[in-house]
């Protein structure tokens, strides 16, 4: 894990951590920790660059017995136009075991802020964190791939019902009208195509193979819209043979197997996170 050493990311954290503590006390809910995601954790952020971040909550008993929408999400929108995000923690989970690598950077990143009492479970996490990441290579690095596939996409398909900023010549997802892709997701499909190779190719850990400190100037350049569509689309030419090539490696140098039982230790931590809860509700009834 790298240092955290952007103060104004780490107070921003913080100030979204708050910010999260008063939305789950007035909703029955209990906020874990907040981790930072996005482009701090790959080195490419700018001044420009917001600070978004994830939480890890416990839902209310109420939701969590009876709710069916353990994937929901809850966001805030802070006053500087950033955003907090909160997810249950069953939801959460089942976004590490997709593979989601929008979530498993909260198991890496140093930007975090921890609820008190919490730290045992955010410990129980990172310690593991590598074999969460790892715990079935195939469908991990197939579900990687999907995300590779929704940048390229991206990049070249506009928001046709999104209003169109008459400024920037943007839509709400980023697409450049007088650019005639997007920036943000070319330079995002670079950056998670680079990803793939070093982590499922190299093997390199998780946090060195998503730091883009070598190649920051360049991507930031691309994210800036430097590049032409021609030159995007010359670029994105042999992307499909590259994909089908990658589909083909996976398949032959990984299995479609456990390698380590992530469900189980992700499932009995989300119990007894539950159960903590649930008595310290009992003790504060009795304060009361």
């Known amino acids: ?22 939305y789950c006390a007035e909703h029955g809910m209990v906020r874990i920790f907040t981790a930072l995601f996005g482009s701090q954790n790959y080195h490419l952020d700018n001044e420009y660059s917001d ?9 209310s ?20 136009g950033s955003h907090a995000e909160m997810k249950p923690v069953v939801g959460m989970f089942k976004q590490f075991l997709k593979g989601n690598v929008n979530f498993i950077e909260m198991l890496y990143t140093p930007y975090v802020d ?25 469908r991990q690095a197939r579900a990687w791939l999907g995300f590779v596939d929704q940048m390229a996409v991206r990049t070249l398909r506009s928001s046709k019902s999104a209003i169109v900023n008459p400024d920037t010549q943007m839509d709400v997802m980023g697409y450049r009208y007088d650019l005639g892709y997007n920036p943000k997701a ?4 670079l950056r998670l195509k680079e990803t793939f190779i070093r982590y499922f190719h190299y093997h390199r850990p998780f946090d060195e193979a998503t730091d883009m400190t070598d190649r920051r100037e360049e991507l930031l350049k691309v994210k800036s819209g430097v590049l032409s569509r021609e030159a995007v689309n010359s670029m994105l030419s042999g992307y499909d043979r590259w994909i089908q090539t ?43």
């Open 1 to 22: 894990m790298f240092e955290a050493t952007n103060e104004l990311a780490l107070r921003k954290v913080f100030e979204h951590a708050e910010a999260v503590d008063k």
């Open 51 to 59: 600070v978004d971040t994830k939480s890890i909550v416990v839902p």
């Open 61 to 80: 008993v109420y939701d969590w017995l009876w709710s069916t929408e353990g994937d929901a999400n809850y966001v805030l929108e802070m006053p500087d």
């Open 114 to 138: 921890i609820a008190e009492d919490w730290e045992w479970f955010y410990d129980a996490l990172v310690k593991n964190a590598d074999n969460i990441c790892r715990h079935n290579m195939y």
């Open 186 to 189: 070319f330079m995002n499909f």
């Open 246 to 288: 990658e589909h083909d490696y996976i398949t032959s140098h990984y299995e479609d197997k456990e390698v380590w039982d992530a469900e189980k230790y992700l499932r009995d931590l989300a119990l007894e996170a539950f159960l903590r809860t649930v008595e310290r509700m009992g003790e504060f009834q009795e304060c009361i």
